[in-house]
């Protein structure tokens, strides 16, 4: 159900007073309302893409084409340039700057064999951050006099505040329009803004740390609210699954690394003997079966953590919004605070693209 469904006697009277005081204390965001027309990917290039990666291109180039007012876009962390080529067909002259460089190879090839005028979308190879390299490439990217607008589509970690000083300090660049990730990455960075910093050190706020940023990144209450109950089920075995496995490696000093991106798949979590029966394919562990039968005994002292996982899950899906919304907002007060004027969208649909909102700044 949606939030505005469920009967609030349902729920505990301090989870009601909690989503009351979450209301007040959000930050308000502009809606930008994507509209389908008839700019789009060739289909014959977004082959192996996502649905939701298709939707965050047009959308997000529809945004840019709407606000963007400057004739050179500089897209940091371009990837294999599908953004570009879209932004290219609204008639912006586009450079794509990608630190990867096998990534940036493959961004090339891709648009040599569409035959890309080269004049028009220019490739660069670099690490960005607030270095003399990428402003000596920035001045000789955007256009003398008219200024160029810096954009990024999930810009990891401590790449958003990066851009977002390169923009303040770049006589050049006139706007810019950010979508960040990946809360957690960021290294020391947070807060940015002086009006957060002070207000941390009246409150004597000590736990602004990776802990508190990671839960920031969880992924939206939009997405909690349609879970099915198969999948709050799925979604609790593969907590408490993990939890017992971790608990154990601890015992034995050993490293719980991932051999694969997606951990876990629907199938291996369906029960605790074919997640153990998979956990080798999963992680870089070996077991004997001395091991499996200790595990299999941890996980029965810990069985009751089946009551606990989604009931505390739910909260945190809650208390993500406060961390991305104060996120968002220290780094709209830092833009502001050197004369930026900003804004904040909504641009995607969050149940598709969880990280869905657009820092949007303009210089006076």
């Known amino acids: 159900k949606r939030p505005e469904e469920i009967e609030t006697v349902s ?3 301090i989870v009601n007073k909690f989503k009351a005081r979450l209301k007040k204390i959000l930050q308000n965001k502009s809606e930008f309302y994507h509209t389908k027309d008839e700019i789009a990917c060739d289909k014959n290039d977004t082959r192996g893409l996502s649905q939701k990666k298709i939707h965050e291109v047009s959308a997000f180039s529809q945004f840019i084409s709407e606000k963007c007012t400057e004739n050179t876009i500089i897209d940091i962390g ?9 932004l290219l067909q609204r008639g912006f002259n586009v450079i794509g700057i990608e630190s990867n460089n096998s990534i940036h190879k493959g961004a090339m090839e891709r648009h040599k064999k569409m035959n890309i005028d080269e004049e028009r979308l220019r490739h660069i190879n670099l690490i960005f951050g607030c270095d003399s390299e990428s402003f000596s490439v920035l001045n000789s990217c955007s256009d003398v006099g008219r200024g160029g607008c810096l954009v990024a589509l999930h810009a990891c970690g401590d790449l958003t505040n990066h851009i977002i000083n390169a923009f303040l300090q770049s006589q050049n660049i006139r706007c810019m329009a950010v979508v960040s990730c990946c809360y957690h990455k960021m290294l020391g960075t947070f807060p940015l803004s002086q009006e957060l910093k002070d207000l941390s050190m009246h409150h004597d706020i000590d736990f602004f740390n990776h802990y508190f940023l990671r839960l920031g990144a ?3 209450l939009s997405r909690w609210w349609r879970m099915s109950a198969d999948e709050h089920v799925e979604h609790c075995n593969n907590v408490v699954f993990r939890a017992v496995l971790e608990i154990f490696c601890q015992q034995r000093t050993l490293e719980l690394k991932k051999k694969r991106r997606k951990a876990t798949k629907k199938s291996e979590v369906k029960d605790f003997d074919s997640y153990l029966q998979n956990v080798q394919n999963i992680y ?3 077991f004997n079966q001395k091991d499996i039968s200790e595990i299999k005994e941890l996980y029965d ?3 009751e953590l089946h009551n606990l996982v989604e009931n505390i899950s739910g909260l945190q899906f809650l208390i993500q919004q406060v961390i991305e919304s104060l996120i968002l907002a220290d780094r709209k007060s830092y833009l502001e605070q050197f004369g ?6 909504h641009v995607f649909d969050d149940v598709i693209s969880p990280r869905n909102t657009v820092i949007y700044a303009v210089k006076s």
């Open 301 to 303: 002292t810990k069985y």
């Open 284 to 286: 870089d562990l070996s």
């Open 218 to 220: 969880n992924e939206p």
């Open 11 to 13: 729920l505990p009277d």
């Open 78 to 86: 371009s990837g294999l340039g599908y953004l570009d080529e879209i």
């Open 340 to 345: 930026a004027k900003t804004e904040l969208y």
